[in-house]
Structures are given as structure tokens and as C-alpha cells.
């Protein structure tokens, strides 16, 4: 089984959707847990950092972890065009591999005006 | 917002040359680090850097890998003798702490290297 696991899409909305993007995961030591927005051939730029399990809000952005279940989602309110880009979410260990960061494989959404 | 600047953007390389793929980080960031993104696949860790040495590195990090931070700015990727399977976007990233919740992990733009 994979460490980090993800519907790579593609995904296609239109203007004003709700959007829902996961990922599960194996590993019981990942605690830190990211979604990264990555437009084509740029670098990944950070949307959401979260800790525990729950949700965290951030403007149009929600981000929601279920730890028990190895879950974590993100949900895009009012999507936009602007939106259009691969989102990857990212796993950190809490202890042992402190220093790097687990991928997953990301997931295309096109938002369509 | 501060960034992590890298430079070449796309470098072009004969197999078997040497590299160096430059990175500025965040100027008061700790935590240094080297992902690489082989076209249609994961990102992947390569290695990360602390305290001026290596604190954690992947598998691919193999003898042809090595980093420096030659002065109290720049942090470097070499590659000793490219392989074709060294073309990838190699991304360097740095963070506040190891656990990247000050600011979170942050990624610059990436570097395109070709090798030919």
C-alpha cells in the first residue's frame, strides 16, 4: 500500500462549485499535514497547514483531517478559474523522518467560467 | 512575501557533466531542503539540511548528490556526473523549523535540468 495516496483527476467544475479533493494515507506517524497548490511548471506554494484532526478554514479554503480514519480533504468553496492548477497534499512525520515531506501524487482541476 | 529564488531555470546538460543548481532560501529560515519532480510523478524528497550538515536524505541521494551552503545565503545542489534519469524539476524549499509550522514549507519555482 502506498504511503500517500490520491485521485489524480482530472477534474473538471464549473465557476462557482463546490470542489472536494483527498487524500488517505497509511502511515500512523504522519501528524503534519499540508495542501499545496502547484500551477504548471512553478513550485508548489503552501494553502493550508493543519496539526489535529478537524477542520481549518482559510477564506474559500477548507482543509479537514479524520486521523482515525487516515483521511484528510480539501474543499474549495465559490471555485474560480484562477483555481485551475494541481493541488498535492503532504504528509510530515512527527517523529523519526522529521525532515521530509511524503507527496501525494496530486490531483488536475480545471475550473471552467 | 519572502521567497526562495532558484537559479538556472532550465539548465541543459551532456550526460555525464557535473551540475550545480542554486538555491537562495528564506533569509531567516533554518531547515533546507531538495525535492525533484521527474515530469508526470510525485515530488519526492531528496535530502534535507541543517546546522550546516545533512540531517535526513532519500535513497536517490546517492554518492552523486551533494549539497552545500558555501555562505550564509546560498544552499546548492551538485549532481557529479548527470544520468538521463536525473532530468527532472528539481525544486529546493526551507522552513522555519523542521516541522514547517511557522510558514509552512516553502518552495521556489524550480529548476528544469535536461540532461542530453
Redesign the interface.
Known sequence: QKEVEQDPGPLSVPEGAIVSLNCTYSNSAFQ?F?W?RQYS??????LM?T?SSGNKEDGRFTAQVDKSSKYISLFIRDSQPSDSATY?C?M?NSGG??????????TLLTVNP | EPE?T?TPSHQVTQMGQEVILRCVPISNHL?F?W?RQILG?????LV?F?NNEI??K?EIFDDQFSVERPDGSNFTLKIRSTKLEDSA?Y?C?SSGD????T????????T?LTVV
Open positions: 503534519y499540508m499545496y511548471r512553478k513550485g508548489p506554494e503552501l497547514y496539526y498535492l503532504a510530515l523522518s522529521n525532515y521530509k515531506l511524503t507527496f501525494g501524487k496530486g | 526562495v532558484q531547515y531542503y525535492y510523478q510525485k515530488v519526492e524528497f534535507s541543517y540531517s535526513e532519500s524539476m525544486f524549499a523542521f516541522r514547517g509550522s510558514y509552512g514549507y516553502t518552495f521556489g519555482s524550480g528544469r
